[in-house]
């Protein structure tokens, strides 16, 4: 593989360990993450495994995470 970048088929991050949330459901509503040996993050749509990853940069999702937390994004929901 030559270059990693966003949209990538997911099948194409080889040796990457996907994992998922504890939080997902039965039916595949779940997005998971992987860590790269770049040390940027993956993300694709569980039920769509083969699919487009989306790569974030540690600090990118360190951003994201922190306003998850601080429920910046809650209103999505409402």
């Not at 997911?10 to 997902?24: H, I, T």
């Not at 040996?37 to 769509?48: E, F, M, P, Q, V």
Request: glycine share 10%.
């Amino acid at each position: 593989m030559d270059e990693i970048r966003n949209g990538i088929p997911a099948r194409l991050l080889d040796g990457v360990s996907w994992r998922k949330s504890r939080q997902s459901g039965a039916v595949g509503n779940c997005v998971e993450v992987a860590k790269l040996t770049s040390g940027d993050i993956a993300l694709r749509n569980s039920r769509y495994p083969d699919g487009p990853a989306l790569i974030y940069t540690r600090a990118e999702i360190a951003a994201f995470l922190s306003g998850a937390k601080d429920g910046e994004f809650d209103y999505v929901l409402s």
